[in-house]
């Protein structure tokens, strides 16, 4: 079922963001803010929306800028912004975040991200850790390596030559490409991302999904991935904020989980205490539209279920 509410949302950014909404009947244990992933959009969580509604959680999910219906004057599709697109994105989930707070003074707030979404609510949660409850971060790479550096000088040299708001010609070769070229069955280009043939044929199919992003979103990306592997960024963390780390083992995005598993090394060593990790076999990079999806959501919820009792 589709979200049941769609709200123009403007962000003080200068974002009019495509809020969707799922409500519950109060008493709700808590709310879920979601955030999507790379050349996507937040509809596409609607079946776990519903899952989470028919669970207690109430559940609010906006397109990031350049992405599904949200509009902005520096942030056609593509790109997050012309300036500061990385800060202006955390802002306008901030601003979600209040706006959440608001409408449901009290209840607890679980942050979600998948993919890119997992690197924008990491960065949230080192800015503001003590106001949530939980932090879901799903099939997310913080890698921040040699391979990184390069890609990040890759796109310098693309910016001087090309400009910044232009499709970027190389980082999709390195990236959904290279991913793609992983899987040995492979009937298209984007199988890396689920074994389930149906979702992948809805990916394909929806015109607002599969895009090649910007010079300009790809750095800002790899700015969100460079500020969240950065230690001293959650020294101001709570240690005790409950996290929830998710990956698959055949998912080439995250080397088949190797990076959610870094990530959780990571936390670990700095002495965070609620790191819960899953490391689903067979799985590829979206979990929640994957032949396991099932159990994949009903262990999240078990899990969010604790947060928000935390």
Not at 110 to 123: D, E, K, R, Y
Not at 222 to 236: C, E, T, V
Not at 290 to 309: H, K, P, Q
Request: charged content about 25%; hydrophobic content about 45%.
């Amino acid at each position: 079922m589709p979200f049941e509410e769609r709200r123009a949302f403007a962000s003080p950014t200068g974002a009019v963001l495509n809020l969707l909404v799922k409500k519950v009947a109060e008493p709700a244990r808590a709310v879920v803010q979601i955030n999507h992933g790379l050349a996507e959009h937040a509809a596409r969580y609607a079946r776990f929306a519903d899952h989470l509604a028919a669970s207690g959680f109430q559940v609010y999910a906006h397109d990031h800028r350049g992405h599904g219906g949200t509009t902005a004057l520096d942030a056609p599709s593509g790109i997050f912004a012309r300036e500061s697109g990385a800060e202006k994105v955390i802002a306008d989930v901030l601003a979600i975040h209040d706006l959440i707070a608001r409408e449901h003074p009290g209840l607890p707030v679980i942050v979600f991200g998948h993919s890119m979404g997992g690197l924008i609510a990491l960065n949230f949660v080192q800015r503001h850790s003590q106001r949530i409850a939980g932090a879901a971060i799903w099939n997310a790479n913080f890698s921040a390596g040699p391979a990184e550096r390069l890609a990040r000088l890759l796109l310098l040299w693309e910016r001087f030559r090309l400009g910044s708001d232009v499709p970027s010609r190389l980082l999709p070769k390195l990236t959904f490409q290279a991913w793609a070229r992983q899987i040995p069955d492979r009937c298209t280009g984007f199988d890396w991302l689920s074994r389930d043939r149906a979702e992948v044929d809805a990916y394909i199919a929806d015109p607002l999904c599969g895009w090649d992003a910007s010079v300009s979103m790809w750095r800002d990306i790899f700015d969100l991935i460079f500020h969240g592997s950065d230690d001293r960024n959650l020294a101001d963390v709570r240690k005790d904020l409950p996290f929830h780390l998710v990956g698959g083992d055949k998912d080439p995005a995250t080397a088949g989980g190797k990076a959610v598993r870094n990530l959780e090394a990571r936390l670990r060593r700095l002495g965070f205490s609620g790191v819960t990790t899953r490391i689903y076999p067979d799985t590829r990079h979206e979990s929640l539209n994957e032949m396991n999806r099932e159990t994949v959501v009903a262990d999240f919820v078990e899990w969010a279920n604790m947060a928000a009792c935390h």
